[in-house]
T-cell receptor, first 109, second 111 residues
Framework: GQNIDQPTEMTATEGAIVQINCTYQTSGFNGLFWYQQHAGEAPTFLSYNVLDGLEEKGRFSSFLSRSKGYSYLLLKELQMKDSASYLC??????????WGAGTKLIIKP | EPEVTQTPSHQVTQMGQEVILRCVPISNHLYFYWYRQILGQKVEFLVS????????KSEIFDDQFSVERPDGSNFTLKIRSTKLEDSAMYFC?????????FGPGTRLTVT
């Protein structure tokens, strides 16, 4: 079966750095996505990795290792507005997005 | 900035009734999707649509579901006979290349 694992919840302090991990086992791989979702709202795109390595985009970076089936999202200089769920999703061989359950990130002052 | 829009924002219906959820994808996008998210659970893929036909569908997308692109702008999801377990947030998304843009969602409540 297809499976995406990420921690259920994480807590971090404003101004700090947090790393959210994601491991996946899917039928095929055509890219990994990170989305942010605030409660009651739609997911919004953060990053896309299809090749191994680090993609940096402002305060957010995403890393991919295809051989390990592993990715992480790194958030720097945390702000209170970063409190949200972070969803890892993998596009499989059928180009369907398979979603993780999301990591709820709580930022404390 | 262009965005995906969805109507209605909230739909309440009785079990067994038909509902149509509407979406207007971003105008130059070619790929369209419907997802659902039951409260507190993960996002689930329902169907993808390209070139006026379904390209992929999940096991959830059974005979009770259908999609249409009746004109050049709207993209609809129809549920023929709603069940209690269809209560969820339904998101429409579209993309041109890889980044999918999501609409704000329609909250469907089946009573």
């Amino acid at each position: 079966g297809q499976n995406i694992d990420q921690p259920t919840e994480m807590t971090a302090t404003e101004g700090a750095i947090v790393q959210i991990n994601c491991t996946y086992q899917t039928s095929g791989f055509n890219g990994l996505f990170w989305y942010q979702q605030h409660a009651g709202e739609a997911p919004t795109f953060l990053s896309y990795n299809v090749l191994d390595g680090l993609e940096e985009k402002g305060r957010f970076s995403s890393f991919l290792s295809r051989s390990k089936g592993y990715s992480y999202l790194l958030l720097k200089e945390l702000q209170m507005k970063d409190s949200a769920s972070y969803l890892c999703a993998v596009r499989d061989s059928n180009y369907q997005l398979i979603w993780g359950a999301g990591t709820k990130l709580i930022i404390k002052p | 900035e262009p965005e995906v829009t969805q109507t209605p924002s909230h739909q309440v219906t009785q079990m067994g009734q038909e509902v149509i959820l509407r979406c207007v994808p971003i105008s130059n996008h070619l790929y369209f999707y419907w997802y659902r998210q039951i409260l507190g659970q993960k996002v689930e893929f329902l169907v993808s649509f390209y070139n006026n036909e379904i390209s992929e569908k999940s096991e959830i997308f059974d005979d009770q579901f259908s999609v249409e692109r009746p004109d050049g702008s709207n993209f609809t999801l129809k549920i023929r006979s709603t069940k209690l377990e269809d209560s969820a947030m339904y998101f429409c998304a579209s993309n041109l290349v890889y980044e999918q843009y999501f609409g704000p969602g329609t909250r469907l409540t089946v009573t």
